[in-house]
């Protein structure tokens, strides 16, 4: 099958005629025009096959983690997202083109950005989709960064770590979306500073740590763990949980309106670095290179 | 060499720190997060190895390459480029990511949309560099689209085709912004339509009159041809020239202050398709997926 990216362009056009008001220009012309706030959320990420999902993988569930992981840096700031962008350059011979950019649209759409724009090519090699999301930040309590931490917060996290890595990856991602928004209206200025876990809670948590100049200390045993996994060790170290992970002051409630559980799981100090259950978790998580 | 991803982040982010005021959070975060008109426009398009351009080929050209495919973008609809984020899903083996990006960054920078964030993978193909730009629309023209062209226009082009195909694309892309946004000062509401030329005139053109709902005749003979092309055949053929064709009313001057000539190549009449010297041209233009 040929794959005729002019003829794909204009799949992804045609399917794309209903949008909502904010979106003056949608698909298919040189850009999109989308009428913003202001103050406006970037992020851009990639799903890389081989890598990140696996060819056999239904199209739906790459499709959604391809928009899903973007919306998610979204989240992680508070956000709410308002339009997307996606590119494929697709493996020569896939099949599976229009049902992809549809999924992707589909997912898009289902996470509130619906997508304006793209481009799909053909290569000789692994199949790599990217996804821009934009966003607006929350509107009392501005973006929500990884250094605003202080010495005295406690760390928390939603929902369980280890899901994907208990599925052996092939695990829908769930941006935190909502929870992200809720954290920002019922903590305001107590949210000091956040971060979606996609290379593992050991990671990212140090990434918050050494942006705030601080010292995290994580409870090993105060690690919600999803079903699967056998202890804080395997779960810290496994990426794409796609849980927002962050650092507070105050009284934080114990779940969700969502039902997401929030767990505190640590404490800010000062100093330098991060620890769980007193080992060094920075080189917990996984560099994707290392897969 | 390995590249580790996570390095590589902190180089981009380390080199981003001088920023615009606009850019309230740079490289870094789960986000970037920028000052934007209410009304932005955004684009993606991808660069691939073997297809738009050569391993063998100048970092520096890569680079500017892959971000000046999209800043033309933003120049097709006369706006004004404000900010970048790019990725990069780089060959196994790469040794050139550090310089790849500084590059990208200089460029974007160059074209004053700074690179806001970004994110890079390593895959066992092709590289695939994967570009985003936002942009502000002109002030007082707004946003140019393909599909404004009316029945009494004539149609224009600036610069030469072909430089592109003449250089056997080792040719470094000039995105038109100075000269898109001197149209709408210029013409105003006069300036119905426009494009810039990706996949070669003969389709490009196409594309406005099929927006349009329109038929664009242009005169073979008319078409300004870049150095070493023989006829308009070959150039109107032939990709990667990021020129602006775009359809008017009245008078428009024959040059740019950019000293980039704008020359008049044809006419909008009713009906539809588009023609070159009489033939049909939406087969002149080169799709990617053919070379």
Redesign the interface.
């Known amino acids: 099958v ?5 003829d794909l362009l204009r799949h992804i056009a045609a399917r794309s005629r209903a949008m909502p008001a904010h979106v ?2 949608g698909p ?19 799903l ?1 096959e ?2 990140h999902f696996h060819p056999d993988w239904p199209i739906d569930l790459i499709a959604r983690n391809a928009v899903g992981r973007s919306v998610s ?2 989240a ?2 508070g ?1 709410a997202p308002t ?1 997307a ?3 494929g ?1 697709l493996r020569a011979g896939f099949e599976h083109a229009d049902e992809l950019f549809d999924a992707m649209a589909r997912w898009a759409r289902h996470w509130h950005c619906p997508l ?4 799909i ?6 199949t ?1 989709l ?1 996804v ?1 999301i ?2 607006a ?1 929350h509107a009392t309590r501005a ?1 929500v ?3 605003g931490a202080h010495a005295g917060d406690a760390v928390y996290i939603t929902g369980a770590v280890g899901k994907a890595k208990a599925a052996n990856w092939k695990h829908p991602v769930e941006p935190r979306i909502d929870e992200g928004a809720w954290l920002c209206d019922t903590l305001g200025d107590r949210l000091h500073a ?3 876990l996609s ?1 593992g809670l050991g ?1 990212d948590a140090a990434r918050i740590a050494e ?1 705030s100049g601080v010292r995290i200390e994580i409870d090993g045993d105060a690690v919600p763990l999803a079903q699967g996994v056998a202890d804080w060790r395997a779960a810290a170290g496994a990426g794409d949980d796609y849980e927002l992970c962050f650092c507070a002051a105050g009284d934080v409630p114990p779940v969700a309106p969502s039902a997401v559980p929030v767990t505190r799981i640590g404490r800010v100090v000062e100093g330098s670095g991060c620890t769980i259950a007193g080992a060094d978790a920075a080189n917990l998580g996984w ?3 290392d897969r």
Chains 1, 2 share one sequence.
């Open positions: 040929t794959i005729r990216e002019s003056r220009i298919g012309d040189d850009c999109a025009l989308v009428t913003l706030p202001g103050d406006t959320l970037a992020t851009t990420d990639q890389v081989g890598r840096d979204i992680a700031m956000g339009c962008l996606a590119t350059a304006v724009g793209g481009d090519a053909v290569v000789d090699g692994p790599v990217t821009t934009l966003g930040p973006a960064t990884r250094s956040m971060i979606d290379d990671r942006a560099d994707h290179t």
